[in-house]
């Protein structure tokens, strides 16, 4: 039977690939892939070297596959991202034609499995309890990228690479991913169309930034069909919060006058997750009078309190269960899926993206990336969770010039001063109820824009 040439790039391994037809059908396609990411590369600015590194095909669930293309996108050995995308197969290697699509970017911490596709990788939940997953068995075609950061090994202890790795960069990147998805899903008989895109967190303020510059382009030339920002703020209202957010700016702006690029918050993530799940009851090395199941369900449950300092009052990624001021399990979250995700945490990140957004949230200095944010007009859906950002996210969507813009908290606790223990950040992706609170709304929402 012959291999569709579309097919050969995944399959054309050992055996399959010794006949002659194949290895010319594998070339033809790899050459068009090329000539399609240089295209893409130089209608999303990625500069002067954009190159296709690695593909990767993997089985997630029944008929839904990942597929992974990592790209070289600049001159420096960690100038890469990586294109993801979570898609139903109608025979191997071949994506069934999808009408409805969506980009997903992560946010902090967390790379696109890690944020999106985080039951694959556990031993606690049903490998289908992922947000990408359940897209994709629904007949989305889901897109993501892993930003540049997430590549970058725990071996690494030089980060100046970072020093220009903020806002900008990566909103450039994600248009980059955004014209290469558009690109490939023409390839494989869809229509040519825009996207709608969904951030996350620290992502969503990447996706405004995106959403910010592409009201410059020409109507013919942008790529968003709808935005969903998921729990994240992209400026404040609160005076007490905006002047919280300059002291963290402050803070922050300082370690990058002081040549501090990079941190390592997901390596310390990893090491509390590790020792959570493999010796639970012994004394925490890191934090004392706490065991290590303690400080991982501390890490989950009062998120806010390891930060510093606070600008969302009671943020936190898991709603939890307290006894006194000691953290006692989770509440809608299974613990053990959260300490396994904490170990799936990129062990670096750059410090630029987060800087800007403070500079956002306080109101100084001034920054480029709100400039043209009235003249967004595209469908909006903001989805929040009361014990994440939540409703601090709402008054971003009054600087849109948007006319659908439609928005849900989701609030389990019926009083607000339970905001501490109500649903939180992560809770929107791992929950157990999240399929049905968060998940299904958005899928609605995007069957109808």
Request: proline share 5%; glycine share 10%; aromatic share 10%.
């Amino acid at each position: 039977m012959r291999i569709p040439s579309r097919v050969a790039v995944w399959l054309c391994i050992g055996v399959l690939c010794l006949g002659t037809r194949a290895r010319a059908e594998e070339e033809q396609w790899t050459r068009a892939l090329r000539t399609q990411l240089e295209k893409s590369c130089q209608e999303g600015s990625a500069g002067a070297l954009c190159a296709l590194e690695g593909l990767e095909r993997r089985r997630l669930f029944e008929d839904i596959y990942e597929y992974s293309l990592r790209l070289q996108v600049g001159p420096g050995v960690h100038d890469v991202i990586t294109l993801h995308r979570v898609v139903r197969e109608a025979s191997a290697g071949v994506p069934v034609r999808a009408p409805k699509s969506v980009f997903l970017v992560h946010g902090d911490v967390w790379g696109f499995r890690g944020a999106f596709l985080s039951s694959a990788e556990s031993t606690e939940v049903l490998r289908q309890q992922s947000f990408a997953i359940f897209l994709a068995r629904q007949g989305v075609d889901v897109w993501g990228i892993d930003l540049r950061w997430v590549h970058v090994p725990a071996t690494v202890t030089d980060f100046s690479f970072m020093k220009d790795w903020n806002l900008g960069l990566h909103a450039r990147d994600v248009g980059l991913g955004l014209a290469l998805a558009r690109s490939m899903r023409v390839l494989d008989g869809n229509a040519w169309g825009r996207m709608a895109l969904l951030g996350w967190s620290r992502g969503a303020a990447v996706s405004y930034a995106y959403l910010n510059a592409e009201t410059q382009l020409p109507p013919e030339l942008r790529q968003v069909s709808g935005f969903i920002p998921v729990d994240m703020a992209y400026t404040l209202e609160e005076p007490l919060l905006r002047e919280n957010a300059c002291k963290g700016y402050a803070i922050l702006d300082s370690q990058l006058k002081a040549k501090v690029y990079g941190i390592d918050i997901g390596a310390r993530l990893q090491r509390i997750g590790t020792l959570a799940l493999s010796r639970p009851e012994e004394p925490s090395p890191i934090r004392a009078g706490l065991t290590n199941r303690q400080l991982g369900l501390f890490v989950g449950s009062a998120t806010y309190a390891l930060q510093e300092p606070v600008i969302i009052p009671e943020y936190h990624f898991t709603g939890g269960q307290f006894s006194g001021f000691v953290p006692s399990g989770l509440s809608w979250t299974r613990e053990r899926f959260f300490f396994e995700g904490l170990m799936q945490a990129a062990p670096y990140q750059s410090l630029g993206e987060q800087v800007d957004t403070l500079a956002m949230w306080c109101g100084a200095p001034d920054v480029p990336y709100d400039d043209h944010l009235s003249e967004v007009t595209v469908p909006v859906l903001y989805m929040g969770a009361a014990g994440g950002v939540g409703s601090f996210g709402l008054h971003s969507l009054t600087l849109l010039g948007s006319t659908d813009v439609s928005s849900r908290v989701v609030q389990l606790l019926p009083d607000a001063s339970a905001r501490p223990v109500d649903f939180g950040h992560v809770d929107l992706f791992e929950a157990g109820n999240a399929e049905t609170l968060v998940w299904t709304p958005i899928l609605d929402w995007l069957r109808h824009h």
